[in-house]
Structure formats: C-alpha cells, structure tokens
C-alpha cells in the first residue's frame, strides 16, 4: 500500500516522437511530464482502504479543506465507422423490449453505432419521449399530441435531465447539484450533504409510471447503453467537516475600548496550523465519510446501498479525494441491482465503444500545505480508466494509463484496431506568483496565477496511441507539435484517420494519418480563419464543421458551417461555408443538438443571434436548416415555435430536432412542433403543460 500511494514509478514508455515523460521541452516548447506507469491494484479490506484514502487525502488538503471538486461531463465526441443519428442506424436497430418500431427516423447523434448516449429527447419512430422542466413527455408522432406525462420526482434543476430509452423503458437521469468537497462547518451540526444525482426508471407501455428511483450522493459524469443495459457514471466526493477559520481580531474602537471577548481577539490560526489541524481530521475520518452511498426507492420501500470494499480499486499513485463508480442498469429490470465497481479517482471524460467504457481523470491540486502561497499549475497528465462491459453484468476494471496534457471532450478518445488514440493539449507549467510589494498597513499581496487555457506561446498538442499491455494502457506511438501556441478545439477520429482542430487567431485543420499504430503522422493541414468545434462525417470524403468565423486577428464574428474534402488527406480544401452574423449554436459545446440525415443532406443546428437586427438574420431561439448536398452548404430556411405572452424567449428556444418519415420535429422546453421537411411549413404543434 506504501508503495502503491507514495511511488511515481517510471515514466510511460516512448512512441515515435519520444515518451510523454522523457527529455526536456522540444521546439514547441513542450514542458517534460513524468508519467506513472499508472497500475490497477483492488484493496485487500476496508483497513487498507480507509488507511490509503486517509494518506492520500491527507496530502491533499489545506487550510480551508480540500480544494478540488466533481464536474460534468465533457460534452460529446465522433464517431468511427458510419454516421450514427441517421436513419440507417434507426432500420439497423430497432429499440428492443416489445415496442412496435415506428416509421424511418433519426436517432440520437452518438459518438459510436451502436453505443447510445443519453439525451434530452429519444423516439422509436412510433413515439416521441422527451423531458422539459421537470417533467417527462410522451407524445404520439403520428396523432400530433401527448399521451401520457409524469412529474419527475427530484425538483427540476438549472442543468438539462437525461433519457435512455429501451423498448418500454426510459432511464432518466437528473443530474442534481455539483459534487463538491464542503469545506466549512457552522455551529457544531454537520454540514449538508451536496444535493445527488438521480436515475427513475419508467414504464412507458401505457400511462407512464415509475419502475424504480436510485439516488447517489455523487455527480453524475455520464452513461453509455448497448441493448438494453446502461452504464452510469458518478463521481463522489468525501464529505469531511472542517472547522471554519476563527475571525479574525477586531480592532479597538475610537474610544480605545477592548474587544467584546476575548475569543475574537485571539490571534487567527496560521494557514500552516489549519492545515495540520484538518490533515488531524482527515486521519480520523471513518470510511463511510468515503464509500458513497445509492438509496433505491421500490415497492414502496426503500434501502440504502454501498460499494463493497472489494469492490474499489486504485491506481497505485491517486488524489484520494474522489471515488468514481460505474453502475449497471438493466432497463428491462429495476434499479435494485447496479453492481457498482470503484476506482479511487474522479471523472472527466466518458467514451465507450461496444465492448468497453474509458474515463479520463485530470487531477489537480489546490493550495500548497503551507496555504501562502498557490502552488505552481502541474504541466497537465490526464489519467485514463478502462472498464470491460462486454457483458451484460458487472463491469470489470482492466487496465489504467496515462498521458501528458489535457483532453478536450469525450470526442478526444477512440479505440481502433484494438488500440485506444488520445488527443490532448500540454499548456506550459504557470510559475509560482511572487508577492508584490506590501502596501503600507496591508498583508502583501499576490498576482492571480496566468491564464493559459486559450493558448499561449509555448502551448501545443498531441495524439498518443494507446495499447492494452496487461493492466496498463501503455503508449505505442505518439505524434507532438500540433498547433504550437494553440489549443484543440475539436477532434474526430474516422477509421484508420484523425482531424484535429486547433486555434488561437486562425484554424489548421490537421488531418492525421493513424494507419501505423506506433508511427502516427500529420499527413496534411488547411489553415483557415476562424475555428470548428464539432466535426462531423458527410461521406465520400467530406466532413461537416461547426464552430465559429473570426477575423484574422481571432475574433470571433459568428456561427460558421463549413464543408471540407479531406479525400486526399495531404491537401485537406475547404468547398463550403455559411455563416450567421453574430451567431451561435448549441452544437459548439454539445453535438446531441445536430442533426444531419447523409440520405437527403436535411442539416439542423439550433442557432441564436446576439446583438444584430436585420430581416433577414435567423431569429433567436430557432433551427436553423440547411442542405449539404453537392459539395455545398445551402439554407433551406429557418423554424421558430408559437411563443405565448406568458412564456419567457428560453423557454421558447429549439434546442434539439429530429426526423419521422418526411416530417422534422423541433424540440424547445415548451413543446415539439412538427414541420414538413421539405418545405419546413408547420403540420402539428404539441404544447407541454
């Protein structure tokens, strides 16, 4: 355990191009990063794993408690081999469970075929299951109205609700609160747990009712699903006390009267001592303060579930301040039996293909022990966890990695030929900021530690190849140099080929020859002002981008969809563009919101304008169709939905689109409007209550 805690190893091994922990920073100005050989190890019992948490922990605290905390999921990623949320995946697989497949639709933009995500919206071509402000919607494509609602039973929270649907089933997933470390303590009462995450699972065969409810005092990063079974990721913080700071001493009045008591006018604890005082506190921590918890609501009962301890397993260096768990859930059972597995660690990033899931892990620390002065940024390494959920029952831990820099999205991962590719950017180490001079009567003062998350000088990016060798994900290849000075902005990994996209003032588009596993190289690059954030396969060559237009000094002037050839990948061409004046569009962050169907080339994308009036600019709030058919981007036309008198403009925003047969659905947090696809006139419009 000493050893499995307190040791670095040695540096990963070296592809073409050098290891990510070997020799000094290159011409790019690449800053070396000593890398783990990052092995899987499960504890032998709960005393070795209350006493690993509690060391670890123990080194990650500072005076005010700990300073890292769970955030969400990076947002969504490519796809190999096809182009899932077309129709052809729909005819393919039709959902199971006893449902009768609707008409020819569209699915879910997923990053892999046959892997769905979850969304705010799912249909099966006979029904349309959508969740909007708390409640879930199911509505009748065909007879244009709602069927059946249900009120969720968690409040509806400021972040988007999730579906996965199965034949009859709907697993919704509400996020609830950010996980997060709660520093302080007031009085001498505990302090409130962070609100959890929640799956209800829902029988939709008729009025909709709910299955079964779990709630996990984690955050919810993300899920996958294949079939019918689900994998759900949460990611726990420890809920530890730590006292508040004592006040500082109040100063005499005018009158020269003593403070009130002489509590306030003790002198305040060092940062140093409130260090020691909550590493003391960490050593005493019991294990629940740890282990995180799931209660199933069912039958009218409910039960309280933990992880087993042999079920938790750690690479043998970590942070100690997070578990990340991975749940099963068949939506054809019940939520009584997920199966969590743990790995001591946080989550970033989720990507999975059939047969396996990986989490990205960017760890971080926050102040320094002595709590003075911020401790210098780490030169990023970002820790890779893969899970085997060939199966249909408990995954399986299998093997740990990591790499140099940081991953963008879940789209910055891809497995190929049995070897998982990387995508990430190294940003320079931020020196430690030296005190200014003090100002007469005042405690010095410190600068604000450099941003270097929009690029910088010595900033550059990497795709790294990544084979299974045992228990370790080590590296066989690896190419450096992309983008120096600049950051990823998108990446798409297509088969045998990579497209990575990085900006600072103008936008190289690097097309990446991945044929040879250990030999990755950059076979071409188009530059271009202005930047894509999603990329997406058109077929035959061609590839769709989705981002922003800038000047050429980098301002960025509004939405921008490209259409590229990359069929010859040394010489990548740009055949294409539309652009919306001060525009944006959903798709930028997250790619569930477009829509491209390769069959007629109908392409959708919610877009809103800021700041501009023209008549014939695209209105806030609507979806904007387009035509990417002949080696051009083309405007259909734009769809907007009724708005009331009582609706804020919000609520009236499209937010996601889908195709039934020849109509095209529009999807805002008010309700679905149909539209002809061809000609975008208004057929049905269904209101939610």
Request: hydrophobic share 35%.
């Amino acid at each position: 355990m000493a050893a499995g805690l307190g040791l670095a190893g040695c540096s990963s091994s070296a592809g073409s191009g050098g290891g990510p922990g070997g020799g000094p920073a290159d011409g790019g100005g690449r800053q070396p990063v000593q890398l783990a050989a990052v092995r899987l190890a499960a504890f032998h019992d709960c005393a070795a794993l209350l006493s690993g948490l509690r060391r670890a922990t123990a080194e990650q605290v500072g005076p005010y408690g700990l300073g890292t905390f769970g955030y969400g999921p990076g947002v969504a990623g490519p796809m190999a081999g096809g182009a899932p949320g077309d129709a052809v995946a729909a005819r393919e697989a039709a959902p199971g469970g006893g449902a009768a497949p609707g008409q020819d639709h569209s699915t879910t933009n997923v990053q892999e075929a046959g892997v769905d995500e979850p969304d705010l919206v799912k249909t099966d071509g006979r029904r349309i299951v959508a969740v909007a402000r708390g409640r879930l919607y199911v509505v009748d494509a065909a007879a244009h109205r709602v069927t059946g609602s249900l009120t969720l039973p968690g409040p509806p929270g400021a972040v988007d609700d999730d579906l996965l649907l199965s034949g009859d089933r709907v697993l919704v997933v509400e996020r609830g609160g950010m996980t997060m470390p709660l520093p302080f303590r007031g009085g001498d009462g505990e302090s409130p747990r962070p609100a959890g995450s929640r799956l209800t699972l829902v029988d939709i065969s008729s009025a909709p009712r709910v299955v079964s409810t779990l709630t996990a005092d984690g955050f919810y990063v993300d899920a996958r699903q294949v079939g019918a079974v689900a994998r759900v990721v949460v990611r726990s913080a420890p809920h530890i006390n730590f006292p508040l700071p004592q006040p500082r001493s109040r100063p005499q009045s005018r009158t020269g009267a003593p403070p009130a008591s002489s509590e306030s006018s003790a002198a305040p604890a060092t940062p140093a001592e409130r260090t020691r005082a909550n590493q003391e506190i960490v050593r005493r921590a019991p294990l629940a303060d740890w282990l995180p918890t799931f209660e199933v609501t069912r039958g009218g009962g409910t039960e309280t579930q933990r992880v087993p301890c042999g079920q938790v397993s750690h690479p043998p260096t970590y942070a100690g301040t997070s578990l990340l768990s991975v749940l099963t859930v068949d939506l054809n059972g019940d939520l009584g039996a997920t199966m969590p597995v743990s790995v001591v660690g946080g989550g970033q990033a989720v990507y999975a293909s059939a047969k396996a899931l990986y989490v990205t892990d960017r760890t971080w620390r926050g102040a320094g022990a002595a709590g003075d002065v911020p401790a210098p940024a780490p030169a990023g390494r970002t820790d890779i966890y893969k899970f085997d959920i060939s199966g249909t029952g408990r995954p399986r831990y299998v093997a740990s990695g990591a790499v140099a820099g940081d991953v963008l999205n879940q789209y910055s991962l891809s497995e190929y030929g049995g070897n998982l590719r990387v995508a990430t950017t190294t940003f320079p180490v931020a020196p430690r900021p030296r005190p200014l001079p003090p100002v007469p009567g005042r405690a010095a003062a410190t600068p604000a530690t450099p941003n270097t998350t929009s690029g910088s000088a010595t900033s550059q990016s990497s795709v790294y190849v990544l084979g299974q060798r045992g228990d370790r994900l080590a590296t066989i290849g690896e190419l450096d140099g992309l983008g120096a000075g600049e950051r990823i902005y998108a990446v798409r990994f297509l088969g045998p080929t990579g497209y990575v996209v990085t900006f600072r003032q103008t936008d190289p588009l690097h097309v990446l020859d991945l044929r040879d596993p250990r030999a990755p190289r950059q076979a071409g690059q188009l530059k271009i002002n202005g930047y894509s954030s999603y990329l997406h396969p058109a077929g035959n060559g061609l590839l769709i981008g989705v981002g922003q237009d800038a000047t050429a000094e980098g301002r960025t002037t509004g939405t921008q969809v490209s259409l590229f050839d990359v069929r010859d990948p040394a010489d990548p061409r740009r055949l294409s563009t539309y652009t919306v004046a001060s525009g944006s569009s959903e798709v930028e962050f997250d790619p569930h919101a477009f829509l491209y169907r390769p069959d007629t080339g109908l392409t959708v994308l919610p877009v809103q304008q800021v700041g501009i009036v023209a008549p014939d600019a695209v209105r806030a709030g609507q979806a904007l169709v387009l035509s990417v058919r002949d080696h051009e981007v083309r405007e259909v036309g734009t769809v907007g939905q009724p708005r009331a008198e009582n609706q804020p403009a919000p609520y009236t925003t499209i937010r996601r689109s889908l195709t039934i047969g020849t109509t095209l659905w529009t999807l805002s947090d008010v309700g679905l409007q149909a539209s002809d696809a061809a000609t975008l006139s208004q057929r049905a419009w269904v209101p939610f209550a």
